[in-house]
Structure formats: structure tokens, C-alpha cells
């Protein structure tokens, strides 16, 4: 089968939202030899992906009839959400791990691999939002129960926005009406990285969007990640109603 640096599914539908995935996979693609060098239980971990954001984004996107795209590579072999300029685009140490694979790589590799993956998944990602003048770009992340193993984060899910915040704005306030839940604005992640995946595809073309981080722990499994993506869609139709283009 041959690799593809993103996955999309549900080109053919119509809705006005599109549902983007950045770090959906721990893979590694097959010219980097399938591995960076790094034990099965670090690739396992969120310094690789965003445990259960893949199986969410697909459930929101059926629910919506709306199409999804994720990135096919792990965040260590080139972070689709950071600006091609960005330090931390392509890291030789996350959070006290260092990466073998990358622990040599110069600047030509760096330019090599945003050519072969980073560029990819923009350009099909764009291409999607591109189809519509009316696009609604909503970004599904996770995030560890507790900030570097220690401390706890009490958020079940936080909605991260920048100055557009007229999705987000709703969204947040039909969430926190949830008894179940405690929301986070721009938590627990600050909600704008110049040249980060919303900056390039929302921001910069005036698209409603919003980035919706659930805690890690609640979306283990594909039951739990059908579950959320079912509880959020009307959630996003409702808060869409409330936005003015």
C-alpha cells in the first residue's frame, strides 16, 4: 500500500464544517525506516500523538456529513501544527526524550521532511477548506490527564481559539451548561501559535473555526471516541447558528 503523508475521508461531503486531526498517528513514515529510534511505550505517548483525537475527529466528521483530514505522520517526525519557521517544528528533545532519529538531523533534513509531509497535509487540508466559501475549521486534540505526569489538569475539554473567537464563543458557553463537564477557554494550551494549522487555514482566510482539546483519559478507547464525537456535533450546529459570517 502506498504511504500517504495525510489521511482523508469524506471528500464528498457537504457539510460546511471540515474536521482537521494534526497529530492523529504515531507512525513513522517508511523512508525514515518506520522508526525514530524510540522504545514502543515512548511512541505511545503523547510526545508522538494525540491519544484518541483520530477516532473523535472521524466520529464528529460522520456525524456532521462533513470531511475530515489528518496527518499520516507522528508529531516527532514534523509538527503539521507549527509554522514551517518554528523552532519547535521538528524536535531532538520532547518532554525530557530524546528522539534518536532526529538527534542529527540538519537543516537540509528539516527541509526535506516539510517538503515530504509537513506541505503535504496543508496543501490537501487547504485544498478541502478551499471548496467552500463559507469553510468552518474545527481542530481535534487531546491532552495527558496531568501536566508532566504530576500536575492535575481538571478540564475535560478545553476549546483553545485566537482573536476569532465567534465559534468559540458559543461552543464554550453550550459546554459549561453540561453538568458533567469542566471547560477550559484556552486551556490548557494558550489558543494561537503564529503559522500553527488555524493561523494558516482559519485565521489568515477570515474561516469560523475552533481547536477542541479533550483530556486524553476520557477517549481511550473507540466507544468513548464515538460517544464524544457524537455529544459535540450538535453542540458545533448550534454554536454555528450563532455565528455571523
Not at 460546511?16 to 524510540?38: K, M, S, Y
Not at 533534513?109 to 509537513?118: D, G, L, N, S
Not at 464554550?172 to 453540561?178: A, G, M, P, Q
Amino acid at each position: 500500500m502506498t504511504y500517504t503523508p495525510f489521511m482523508m475521508e469524506g471528500a464528498e461531503r457537504q457539510s460546511r464544517f471540515l474536521i482537521t486531526c494534526d497529530h492523529a498517528t504515531n507512525r513513522v513514515p517508511p523512508d525514515l525506516g518506520g522508526t525514530l529510534g524510540l522504545p514502543d511505550e515512548d511512541m505511545a505517548r503523547h510526545i508522538a500523538y494525540d491519544v484518541g483525537a483520530a477516532g473523535v475527529s472521524r466520529a464528529l466528521a460522520v456525524e456532521l456529513g462533513a470531511p475530515v483530514v489528518m496527518a499520516n505522520f507522528s508529531r516527532l517526525v514534523i509538527d503539521p501544527n507549527r509554522g514551517a519557521d518554528d523552532p519547535t517544528l521538528l524536535m531532538k528533545l520532547y518532554d525530557g526524550t530524546i528522539i534518536p532519529g532526529n538527534r542529527h538531523a540538519d537543516a537540509a533534513e528539516k527541509a526535506r521532511r516539510i517538503a515530504a509531509y509537513w506541505q503535504p497535509y496543508h496543501d490537501a487540508l487547504e485544498g478541502l477548506a478551499a471548496r467552500r466559501d463559507d469553510t468552518v475549521i474545527v481542530a481535534i486534540h487531546s491532552f495527558t490527564p496531568r501536566l508532566r505526569g504530576r500536575r492535575p489538569r481538571p478540564w475535560h475539554v478545553g476549546i483553545l481559539h485566537a482573536w476569532d473567537a465567534r465559534l468559540s464563543d458559543p461552543l464554550i458557553e453550550r459546554l459549561e451548561v453540561e453538568p458533567d463537564l469542566v471547560v477550559g477557554r484556552n486551556e490548557p494550551y494558550p489558543g494561537h501559535l503564529p503559522g500553527d494549522a488555524i493561523d494558516l487555514h482559519a485565521l489568515r482566510h477570515g474561516r469560523a473555526n475552533t481547536l477542541i482539546e479533550i483530556r486524553q483519559d476520557l477517549i481511550r478507547d473507540e466507544a468513548a471516541q464515538v460517544i464524544w464525537g457524537k455529544r459535540l456535533a450538535p453542540m458545533l450546529v448550534s454554536a454555528l447558528e450563532k455565528v455571523s459570517d
